[in-house]
């Protein structure tokens, strides 16, 4: 189930989402590097080290928006809904 329907407070600092996710009473934190990353401009679920290749990363509800750079050294603006691969799992946020 996506998290963002049985978690709150969702934050993000540099590649980390953190959660209050139910039924835990304690954050959980999930690296985005290690389930995101860059194809030429494109955010792409099972890549890794987003960090690497963005800048400016926001979240937007549970849509994470920044700029990646491209493989001619460009850069463009992309977007991902983390509810699309990042799910609840007994209190604890993980990749799905």
């Known amino acids: 189930m996506a998290f963002h329907l049985t978690s709150s407070n969702y934050t993000l600092a540099n590649s980390h989402l953190t ?15 290690e389930c995101l990353g860059n194809k030429d401009g494109v955010l792409e ?10 800048r400016n990363l926001t979240l937007d509800g549970t ?3 920044g700029e990646v750079r491209k493989c001619d050294g460009t850069w463009t603006e992309a977007r991902v809904d983390l509810a699309e691969g990042i799910a609840n799992l007994h ?5 799905i």
């Open 63 to 65: 849509v994470l928006r």
């Open 19 to 33: 959660a209050l996710c139910s039924p835990s009473t304690t954050p959980s934190t999930i690296d985005l590097d």
């Open 45 to 54: 679920w099972g890549g890794k080290k987003l960090s690497k290749s963005s």
């Open 91 to 95: 209190g604890r946020l993980v990749f």
